[in-house]
């Protein structure tokens, strides 16, 4: 691996990670601004008391703004197996680009490349299991859908960096079960609770099956939910986890 080449722009947005620290989540986003620098400055600002621990530009240049150590501001209202207050337990790579509101597209090869390197550097560091690499619209699916789906997280599992397990085969006979959707979604950590549950599919499929992000339950999304589902629980079971919250009943 090449040396990893960061530079710092500190943001004053941070505080203490609760004792015992504890970090063992990666969350990515993307920047939803019109530029960079728009968004290293709000990102910086200490009124927008909104932060990452590192921002990723389009050309690969990547910044620090938090220390690993710190607590940054960035994932708002969200939850995941069960767990809220995700800034406390996790790192935060926001990663430039528009977004759905000022022009959506592609993220470059420079900048994934450098998104790669960046998540390797932190899962070495860090004890952050696979199933624990989200996106902002993982944790948040009713505010979020950054990083949306056009970030490709099949090559950064290629990688080594999260989850994503192979498409199957074109789906002719799935059977659908109206009831299967939910169990799946929280069984692969998405909290439900009272939210519709709409956003956690649109969040699941911009992951997941990124053709076909509309919220609906076709039979081609059905087989995806089943086949992320095996892939996270042996993804689990690999870390000897068979529960992962003492408060859900989901094993
Ligand atoms: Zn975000």
Redesign the pocket.
Known sequence: MTRLKVSDRLSPNHGPRPEPARIDMLVL??TGMKTAAAALERLCDPASRVSAHYVVEENGAIWRLVPDSRRAF?AGVSCWEGESDLNSVSIGIEIVNPGHEWGYHRFPEAQMASVEQLCQHLLSRHPIPPYRVVG?SDIAPER?S?PGELFDWAGLARAGIGIWPPEGAPVRDFVVDPGQPLDDLAAIGYCIGAGPQAAALVAFQRRFRPACCDGGLDAGTARRLSEVRAAFAASRAARGRTCYSSRSSVC
């Open positions: 986003h993307y960035h902002h979020k950054d």
